[in-house]
């Protein structure tokens, strides 16, 4: 089975450019150049330049093959002096480089400031071209379950580049190493989720085996997007293994369990922890314990300057999504449990921050959180029992700190195809994802905040206040997200996933409705749990 530790965020989704040229000579520069971006551990992208002539003119576009995107116009570009920048509007990103021979050695900034270092491909590159491009296939589990993964395979100097996306799973970029292509085989391997492919070609694409403990046939075709194959199993729905909704309308709750589950029965919370964490800090503000513009610093004295408890809480401090050293000697099956604040606080001295704008990121939640419970004199455990779980009698909450915390009515969890997985276990980054609970206490949590933000509570009004927008008319607040339903009505929401779990909670600021939704599998039903709140649903059929 897939095991995926990690999600990746895209480099492009959508273009919308203006092409621009610039008349120059410089034919030298004709041709297509190709660079690695490195993200961050276990992340990077292929990227490219494509130089061409346009009349008497220059034409430069971009490329980000393994995301299937090619010749993107460039906005806002100037070459002079061997000195090439240009800038993507639709994408706040810009790069800035200097040309030496057949190198182009740079910074490419989006968020965050990254070397970038393009290389010009010579006609032996080129001859590989013919196998650049997605190959998508089905894995064939059990005979029966279907996973669909594609290969995205990008021509670099001296040879390829790869990574596998699990569309399903909703991971993309997962490393690949030791490429082979030809027009007789296909070879490759994943370290990171320890798998190896070996197909050779047939008539319609190369028929092979995926090894990741027990071998599963693929079939991997150029150009086939499995997640169109009717036969694939693409995403279970939510309560296939079993789960739980509350809706709060007008001071009334409805309950609905699926298949065995219970009103004990007890669930992962993932992201949703981090609302929670946000309220303690919203807590501390009031309480002027600490401040908006408080430095972390304070907590950690070689940690990286100038980072405030806003900037944490809002994604915008510039720290990674996960610290990059959590890999190290972390279990594939529990990639947190190891990492204590001894780690936390060694990660945050070594880290070199490349700028502030919007990344999200468990890392800076994780450093909130110890830094909270450090203010407090406590462990992030003892203050969140106290100020959160006792406060609003949240009587079968915890934080999964070892399989010692674990309590008998905690649900078996499951990843998106059914294999069941190991719960996860928290030390350090428990202020991201650390929550196990059960409708019952979800549902006082959302109550609670709902009557909080209907009174105009001052903690509440902190947590939930807008700071900036994040796309598709989400708002960032304290934790939370911010949106409109189509009325111009303001809801708040937070979903959470972990490997065998995933969640979602939602309520109107005014009070008037709240959505509670706990599944036992590793699924994405944002989608659906948002027009269950915004729309005139019940929970019935």
């Known amino acids: ?169 909703q991971s993309f970029g997962i490393p690949v190493v030791d490429i082979a292509i030809d027009s007789k085989q296909m070879s490759f391997k994943s370290p990171l989720i320890k798998a190896f492919y070996k197909g050779t070609f047939n008539n319609e694409g190369y028929d092979g085996t995926f090894t990741q403990g027990f071998e599963n046939p693929l079939i991997l075709i150029k150009n086939f997007d499995p997640t169109s194959d009717n036969s694939a199993n693409v995403k279970p729905d939510f309560g296939n293994k079993g789960g739980a909704m509350a809706l709060i309308e007008n001071g009334v709750v409805t309950n609905r369990f699926f298949n065995t589950h219970t009103k004990l029965t007890q669930y992962e919370i993932g992201s949703i922890t981090k609302t929670m964490t946000a309220f303690l800090l919203a807590n501390q503000f009031q309480k002027k314990e600490l401040t908006r513009s408080s430095m972390l610093t304070e907590f950690e004295a070689s940690a990286p300057r100038n980072i405030t408890t806003m900037e944490l809480a809002t994604h915008k401090s510039g720290l990674p999504r996960l610290p990059n050293d959590l890999w190290e000697n972390a279990l594939e099956t529990d990639p947190y449990a190891h990492y204590d604040l001894k780690q936390l606080k060694k990660s945050l001295s070594n880290i070199a921050l490349n700028g502030k704008n919007y990344l999200y990121s468990n890392f800076a939640y994780g450093v909130l959180g110890e830094w909270l419970a ?35 009515h905690l649900a078996k969890g499951y990843q998106s195809m059914g294999e069941l997985v190991s719960h996860w276990h928290f030390k350090a980054i428990a202020g991201a994802g650390g929550v196990v609970s059960n409708l019952e206490d979800m549902t006082k949590y959302i109550q609670s905040m709902m009557i909080k933000s209907k009174s105009h509570d001052p903690v509440i009004k902190v947590l939930l206040e807008s700071q900036f927008e994040v796309g598709k008319g989400n708002q960032q607040a304290i934790g939370w997200m911010i949106a409109n339903d189509q009325q111009g009505n303001k809801y708040a929401w937070h979903n959470g996933q972990t490997a065998g779990f995933s969640g979602f909670v939602g309520f109107y600021l005014d009070g008037s409705k709240g959505l509670v939704m706990l599944n036992n599998q590793s699924i994405d039903f944002t989608q659906y749990a948002v027009s269950l709140l915004t729309n005139a649903h019940t929970l019935d059929g």
């Open 1 to 169: 089975m897939i095991k995926i530790l990690f999600k990746a965020f895209s480099l492009c989704t959508v273009f919308l450019f203006t092409s621009q040229v610039m008349s120059q000579d410089n034919s030298e520069l004709i041709g297509k150049w190709r660079g690695v971006l490195k993200i961050q551990k276990n992340f990077s992208l292929a990227v490219g330049l494509n130089f061409k002539k346009h009349e008497n003119d220059l034409l430069i576009t971009l490329d980000s093959p393994n995301q299937g995107n090619f010749d993107i116009p460039v906005t806002d570009y100037t070459l002079s002096e061997n000195q090439l920048s240009f800038k993507v509007a639709a994408l706040q990103a810009s790069y800035k480089g200097k040309i030496e021979g057949n190198k182009l050695i740079g910074t490419f900034t989006q968020g965050i400031s990254m070397s970038l270092t393009f290389d010009k491909l010579d006609e032996q590159d080129k001859l590989l071209l013919q196998y650049e491009g997605g190959y998508g296939g089905n894995l064939l589990i059990h005979n029966t379950n279907k996973l669909p993964l594609v290969l995205q395979i990008a021509v670099v100097k001296g040879g390829y580049f790869a990574t596998l996306d699990s569309p399903a799973q």
């Open 374 to 408: 450090q203010n407090k004199g406590v462990s992030y455990e003892e203050m969140l029992n106290q100020e959160l779980f006792k406060a609003f009698d949240m009587q079968n909450s915890y934080v999964a700190l070892s399989s010692k915390t674990q309590r008998e």
